[in-house]
């Protein structure tokens, strides 16, 4: 099972998650068009999809494509941005010294911002750990740094719900 911990301070995004497997396996799963797929079906909001993906012997990269319907988003969000969001993701991974490295960004329509971050899959005693740390900017004057708040929380229920998701995920998989 997924052992999660977040921490959100205004637009910053820190994210940790452990599994009970090593790095290579979270990674290779977690990067796969199989897990991906299934993870969107699952979690993915409205007209969710992969729309490119590409694996090479030096990494991964793909897109995603998840939508949020404005009614699930909080009332001080919905009155900055009108109708329901559509968020693009891009994650590039590559093995790095005993790990791998993830780029994240992420941009969502219908809001002037964008997520920029760093993923990390390593071993650790017991399995492994993945860290995503990210920042949301928003360039909007004086209500930027509420919804980049706004945003930032949206985005660490997801994370928690992604990790709880892939805990599941590797232990249909492991059955």
Known sequence: MANGNLRCMA???EHRASFATPAHDLYSKITSEAFLTDRLEALGGKNAQLSDYSATENGVSYRLRQGMDAENLPSAARTLLKGDLVVH??????????GYTGSLHTKISGAPGE??????VRDVADGSELAIDANVT???PL??????????????????R???????WL?????
């Open 115 to 120: 997520i920029k971050g760093t993923a990390r």
């Open 143 to 160: 209500v930027g740094g509420k919804l980049e708040q706004v945003i930032a929380s949206q985005v660490q229920r997801l994370l928690t």
């Open 11 to 13: 637009g910053r995004i």
């Open 171 to 175: 232990a249909a998989q492991s059955g």
């Open 89 to 98: 993701r891009l994650e590039e991974w590559r093995a790095q010294g005993d």
């Open 162 to 168: 992604e990790a709880e998701f892939t805990a599941k």
């Open 138 to 140: 928003v360039g909007i």
